[in-house]
């Protein structure tokens, strides 16, 4: 398997990937045959049932790896109490329910990613650490979306942290929009894997606005051109001389772009992946995919 892995946020939404007939049932099967990674963002709502991912690893070729966000009760996303007794049985809840991901070689990290109220203190670096120890061996990559993090009294800091703390670092393409926005900061924090995740740049949908109900619609809205796909292309093949495997997630596509951009990234690289499903051909389809 190449050393960098190339794929979307979710499956069910890439409207390029699947001809008209496919079932929502058999999308992440197809989605298969075109990349090797993909981000699971269902755990983020509800801890998934182990019936799923049972599912998700029989729909899936042996190599195939997820990446899963944690459940919002462990982020601080979730409003109200938790539906938990406490904490631990929630985290206790969900390596329950990635444990056959675990198992079957398929979870390649599970993702924290921290909300915009989530500032660089005493109280949340400690929080952090807990998190990791509830964790144990699963591997866990972190995201912040507070500035506080990179700037310059905490820059080094917080590097340093996730190096001694062993968190895999989830390096952002994002908007540069005050502090509810991160810099792209291209320093691996574990020598073995690092995440890399497009959001787009579509600074004017970033933060919420005052008034209207669609703007997470519109967040994530943004086609990157050939210029910019270039620029990551030498980012990647710097952060390649650091990591030994990269994950890059695609999760643009409010406007349906993320397919078509991770499409062309591949063939910047000009990379053929090895061990993906096979497509599922449509009746006036060869073999090749000819018409």
């Known amino acids: 398997m190449s050393t960098i892995q190339i794929g979307l946020t979710g499956w069910g939404d890439h409207d ?3 001809s008209s007939s496919t079932h929502s049932s058999k999308k992440l099967q197809e989605y298969a045959a075109h990349f090797p ?3 699971i963002d269902a ?3 509800a801890i ?11 729909e899936t070729p042996e190599k195939f790896q997820f990446i899963m966000k944690a459940y919002q009760g462990m982020t601080g996303h979730l409003r109200g109490e938790i539906p938990f007794k406490d904490k631990t049985e929630m985290f206790e809840a969900f390596l329950n329910s990635i444990e056959p991901l675990k198992q079957s070689n398929k979870l390649a990290m599970v993702l924290f990613q921290f909300p915009p109220w989530f500032g660089c203190n005493r109280e949340n670096v400690s929080y952090l650490k807990w998190c ?3 964790m144990r061996d699963t591997e866990v990559a972190l995201e912040f979306r507070h500035r506080s993090w990179f700037t310059p009294p905490y820059y ?16 952002v393409d994002e908007p540069q929009a005050g502090e509810r926005s991160i810099p792209t900061v291209l320093h691996p924090t574990t020598p ?11 600074i004017h949908g970033w933060n919420k606005p005052s008034s209207g109900d669609n703007w997470r619609d519109v967040r994530y809205l943004y086609n990157y051109n050939k210029e910019e796909l270039l ?9 390649q001389k650091q990591t030994n495997q990269l994950y890059m997630l695609f999760n643009n596509n409010s406007g349906g772009d993320a397919a078509t951009n991770a499409k062309e990234m591949l063939k910047l690289f000009n990379i053929t992946y090895t061990g993906l499903a096979e497509k599922q051909l449509t009746f006036f389809e060869d073999e090749e995919g000819r018409m």
């Not at 620029?231 to 952060?239: A, I, N, P």
């Open 132 to 134: 990791k120890e509830q």
């Open 37 to 39: 990674t993909v981000e």
């Open 43 to 45: 755990s983020f709502y």
């Open 48 to 58: 998934q049932p182990i019936r799923n991912s049972e599912k998700w690893i029989k």
């Open 16 to 18: 390029s990937l699947y």
């Open 231 to 239: 620029q990551w292309k030498e980012y990647v093949e710097t952060l």
């Open 156 to 171: 080094e800091k917080t590097l340093q942290f996730m190096e001694e703390e062993k968190w895999i670092h989830s390096i």
């Open 192 to 202: 073995h894997k690092t995440l890399i995740r497009l959001h787009g740049r579509n």
